[in-house]
């Protein structure tokens, strides 16, 4: 059995808690894209634990795997080992295609947005899109890179040239020394070497064995770097499709392509979000679901759920299989509203466009249904809950033509119900 977990809006959908939870029987967990960007949150018992390159499953024993897709930041990855228990470094496998975010790309991140002016797409600053420029560009630094020290000099210094006269001249700041990074990630090398593989033969070669894979996709189908509201999107591909391109792996294996999203609708830095709304419904939503990002701390944007968007997410990654979470966050509104077709001059329609001109000049077509007061995030069976939410839950699922197998009432591992 094969199942890639992805986000169907534009990420914190809480795919981490439905990656841990059907983790359990797994052999194998791959974080497949993106990088430290993500922030993907477990609570177990007391604690809380924020996973942003390890894959959210990483609290059980199964082999961890880092796609060749991803763009690494070692240090964080090393800070993640330390917190979750250095035993766990020996089931890591590290892709050795895999690129490295460095010092430069950091600080490029930042002063690119500084200077981007319109263009700002409040990125989370932690490096991802200037690494995948790099990686296009053909000049990225990869882990197979820095297991060979000299090629590791060769490489950083002509591309540290580059990035310094960039720096130097036309942000004005500082300029990198190359010996201060190259020793630090020859400390860096060290502490990998033991966990770096082909990631590729190895996840095959689990297939071919009869192992259960997850892939566990980070942010969100609306962020992709294709098809996502582009530029408003992160720099990589968060879609089951991704799996194949990032992870190499064949996507026609991949049985269960579960798409999971929230009650509502959330979105943090910039772009289009036509049901987004203001007041009192978002500080409900914001302070009630905790809606502030687990990596930058941000508060979150909120609105009502959005039928055009989850179609289109559903219908590019192919999903046949639907998680709702944080279905409680909602309990106490007396009524609750689903976006279920745009109005553009005069028509109504349920296709989804990502263009931002689009998604700006579209009036949402509302379906106002009853909510429920009661608290639900003691629920632990379906049967239980409100006829309300039920209802919420089966409009959803016929407006979506696809099954919804779980739903999330509560932060904790034992807070999501089976259907
Ligand atoms: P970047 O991925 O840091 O380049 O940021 C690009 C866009 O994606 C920004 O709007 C970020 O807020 C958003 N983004 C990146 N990662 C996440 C995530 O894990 N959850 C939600 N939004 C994200």
């Not at 509201?229 to 720099?235: E, L, R």
């Not at 192919?318 to 553009?344: F, P, Q």
């Not at 009036?363 to 639900?376: A, N, R």
């Amino acid at each position: 059995m094969v199942m890639a977990i992805v986000g169907l809006q534009w990420g914190d959908e809480g795919k981490g808690k439905v990656v841990d939870l059907l983790s359990e029987g797994v052999d194998m967990v791959v974080r497949y894209q993106g990088g430290s960007n993500a922030g993907h949150t477990v609570v177990v018992g007391e604690r809380k634990f924020v996973f942003h390159q390890l894959p959210s499953a990483a609290l059980y024993p199964k082999d961890i795997v880092i796609s060749g897709g991803v763009v690494l930041d070692l240090e964080g990855l090393f800070d993640e080992i330390s917190e979750l228990g250095s035993d766990l470094k020996a089931s890591i496998h590290l892709d050795y295609r895999a690129h490295l975010i460095m010092p430069y790309h950091k600080l490029l991140d930042r002063l690119e947005e500084e200077k981007k002016g319109t263009l700002k797409v409040g990125t989370t600053q932690k490096g991802i899109g200037p690494a995948y420029v790099d990686k296009v560009a053909r000049i990225g630094i990869r882990v197979s890179d820095l297991m060979d020290k000299d090629n590791f000099a060769d490489k950083l210094s002509a591309v540290l040239d580059m990035k310094n006269a960039i720096l130097s001249q036309v942000y004005k700041v500082k300029p990198f020394s190359f010996d201060e990074i190259y020793l630090k990630y020859l400390s860096y090398r060290d502490r990998i070497s033991d966990i770096v593989d082909d990631a590729t033969y190895l996840l095959l070669d689990a297939y071919n064995d009869g192992k259960e894979i997850l892939f566990e996709g980070a942010q969100g189908a609306l962020l992709d770097m294709s098809m996502g509201t582009y530029p408003y999107v992160t720099s990589s591909h968060p879609v089951v499709g991704g799996v194949g391109v990032e992870a190499g792996f064949p996507v026609n294996l991949i049985d269960r392509r579960i798409g999971v999203f929230k009650a509502y609708t959330t979105r943090v830095g910039e772009g289009p979000f036509p049901t987004e709304v203001e007041g009192s419904i978002e500080e409900f939503m914001r302070e009630r679901g905790g809606e502030f990002g687990a990596t930058t701390g941000r508060p979150r944007r909120c609105g009502w759920l959005d039928i055009p968007a989850l179609k289109y997410a559903i219908m590019i990654n192919g999903a046949n299989e639907l998680v709702v979470t944080k279905l409680d966050v909602l309990s106490g509104l007396s009524e609750i509203k689903v976006c279920v077709g745009y109005r553009v001059g005069g028509k109504v329609s349920d296709r989804f466009s990502t263009e931002s001109a689009f998604l700006r000049g579209v009036v949402p077509e509302y379906v106002v249904l009853p909510g429920w007061s009661e608290d639900i995030s003691r629920v632990r069976d379906f049967s239980r809950l409100p006829d309300a939410a039920k209802r919420y839950l089966g409009f959803l699922e016929d407006r979506l033509g696809v099954r919804i197998s779980m739903v999330g009432v509560g932060p904790e591992r034992e807070g999501i119900l089976r259907l």
